[in-house]
């Protein structure tokens, strides 16, 4: 198997081919928004906090009310907050000690089931299956893991960022949550209730109690608890990975106009999908009536990078500055500047005109119209 699949690059492909295409294959670069930005931020605050040995941080976190009450873990959010350029803005700072708070206010422990056998953060796990009727490679990162030795439960938690919580598909058909479970399911058999939960840390708020305790206030609307899978669906599943497997790995420059997020639609369920994924800018950097910045795909429309490839010429990443490009290759690597022309959805090459002395033929061969 050429491809290791895991929840996000199913997604794109699934989407949207030639996005598929631009990411994975010629590895163009991204720009990562302010809010991809902050939630990474908000997984490292969650996954520290995380350890044992840092149990002495939660305390005072949860004793003040903040997270930056913790002088170490508000120095880890400055040190990344700077890196990704997100310092001369207080609200940027002000959405990550919120998330990060409410992400520790929310059962953190897991003792909502009763007091776990054991706790993971960043489970990381690789599902590699060769059978005869099912192949597939699959990987991912599971944020909190809790295991329920005497009730025979796994509970996995993924906390969100983002503004919008899950509907449609995402609810009734969510990718993650299935290869999340079937991971689980595979990693630690005898447990055979297997829980899945997604936390939107930004629809949440936080309040005290009476008794003075943090306690999640809306979380009807901020935490959602998936359908529990059964043993058919989950099997159901291994052979669509399969199937996934098999294009992913036959996947090339024919494949990526196959199947155009411009050419689904738009979509009737709710979620982010069909053409809201190309954005309705007609040109880059186009704005709004009000003057902010219209959002559209990363890669619809032209534009200059820098591609670093190692001696064998294989891409190893790109930039869009040659400055961030040189800081990342090493002695024996190479940097070229290349030019993207943009998605074939928006930017069709001009027609060539026929010249006029042609058009007048009725045959090319006609030598008496000349």
Same mark, same amino acid.
């Given at each position: 198997m050429k491809q290791t699949l895991s929840a996000s690059k199913i997604k794109t492909m699934t989407s949207c081919s %030639?996005? *598929? %295409?631009?990411? *994975?294959?010629?590895?163009?670069?991204? /720009?990562?928004?302010?809010? #991809?930005?902050?939630?990474?931020?908000? +997984?490292?605050?969650?996954e520290c906090l995380g350890v044992d040995r840092h149990k002495k941080h939660y305390d005072i976190i949860l004793k003040k009310g903040?997270?930056?009450? &913790?002088?170490?873990?508000?120095?880890?959010? +400055? /040190?990344?907050?700077k890196a990704s350029n997100l310092l001369g803005d207080d609200t940027h700072l002000e959405d990550i000690y919120d998330m990060a708070f409410r992400g520790v206010v929310y059962d953190f422990f897991g003792k909502n089931l009763g007091k776990p056998t054991e706790t993971i953060s960043e489970k990381e796990f690789e599902l590699e299956v060769q059978e005869e009727d099912l192949k597939y490679k699959v990987k991912g990162f599971i944020d909190r893991l809790f295991i329920y030795e005497k009730k025979g439960i796994a509970l996995i938690r993924d906390f969100k960022t983002n503004k919008k919580v899950y509907e449609g598909k995402e609810v009734t058909d969510n990718l993650q949550d299935y290869i999340y479970t079937l991971a689980v399911t595979k990693l630690y058999p005898k447990f055979k209730n297997v829980k899945m939960e997604f936390v !939107?840390?930004?629809?949440?708020?936080?309040?005290? &109690?009476?008794?003075? /305790? %943090?306690?999640?206030?809306?979380?009807?609307?901020?935490?959602?608890?998936? /359908?529990?899978?059964?043993?058919? =669906?989950?099997?159901?599943?291994? *052979? =669509?990975?399969?199937?996934?497997?098999? *294009? #992913?790995?036959? !996947? =090339?420059?024919?494949?990526?106009?196959?199947?155009?997020?411009? =050419?689904?639609?738009?979509?009737?369920?709710?979620? !982010?999908?069909?053409?809201?994924l190309c954005g309705f800018a007609k040109k880059p950097n186009e704005k709004k009536k009000d003057g902010s910045p219209k959002w559209y795909c990363t890669y619809k429309f032209p534009f200059d990078y820098y591609e670093v490839t190692n001696p064998e010429g294989k891409i190893k990443k790109s930039f869009f500055l040659k400055k961030d490009a040189d800081k990342y290759k090493s002695k024996t690597d190479k940097v070229n500047k290349k030019h993207y022309t943009g998605c074939p959805s928006f930017n069709k090459p001009p027609t060539p005109k026929t010249p006029s002395w042609f058009s007048d033929c009725d045959d090319e061969f006609d030598l008496d119209k000349f």
């Amino acid at each position: 198997m050429k491809q290791t699949l895991s929840a996000s690059k199913i997604k794109t492909m699934t989407s949207c081919s %030639w996005l *598929y %295409w631009c990411k *994975y294959h010629l590895k163009l670069p991204d /720009k990562t928004n302010d809010g #991809a930005l902050k939630g990474s931020i908000v +997984h490292l605050v969650l996954e520290c906090l995380g350890v044992d040995r840092h149990k002495k941080h939660y305390d005072i976190i949860l004793k003040k009310g903040s997270v930056t009450a &913790s002088k170490a873990v508000k120095r880890l959010i +400055h /040190k990344h907050a700077k890196a990704s350029n997100l310092l001369g803005d207080d609200t940027h700072l002000e959405d990550i000690y919120d998330m990060a708070f409410r992400g520790v206010v929310y059962d953190f422990f897991g003792k909502n089931l009763g007091k776990p056998t054991e706790t993971i953060s960043e489970k990381e796990f690789e599902l590699e299956v060769q059978e005869e009727d099912l192949k597939y490679k699959v990987k991912g990162f599971i944020d909190r893991l809790f295991i329920y030795e005497k009730k025979g439960i796994a509970l996995i938690r993924d906390f969100k960022t983002n503004k919008k919580v899950y509907e449609g598909k995402e609810v009734t058909d969510n990718l993650q949550d299935y290869i999340y479970t079937l991971a689980v399911t595979k990693l630690y058999p005898k447990f055979k209730n297997v829980k899945m939960e997604f936390v !939107f840390l930004k629809a949440m708020q936080s309040s005290r &109690s009476d008794t003075g /305790k %943090w306690q999640i206030v809306g979380s009807d609307k901020s935490i959602l608890e998936m /359908k529990k899978k059964s043993e058919d =669906e989950l099997k159901g599943f291994e *052979y =669509e990975l399969t199937d996934m497997q098999s *294009y #992913a790995d036959s !996947f =090339e420059e024919e494949t990526s106009i196959s199947n155009l997020a411009s =050419e689904q639609g738009m979509p009737k369920d709710g979620s !982010f999908s069909g053409k809201l994924l190309c954005g309705f800018a007609k040109k880059p950097n186009e704005k709004k009536k009000d003057g902010s910045p219209k959002w559209y795909c990363t890669y619809k429309f032209p534009f200059d990078y820098y591609e670093v490839t190692n001696p064998e010429g294989k891409i190893k990443k790109s930039f869009f500055l040659k400055k961030d490009a040189d800081k990342y290759k090493s002695k024996t690597d190479k940097v070229n500047k290349k030019h993207y022309t943009g998605c074939p959805s928006f930017n069709k090459p001009p027609t060539p005109k026929t010249p006029s002395w042609f058009s007048d033929c009725d045959d090319e061969f006609d030598l008496d119209k000349f």
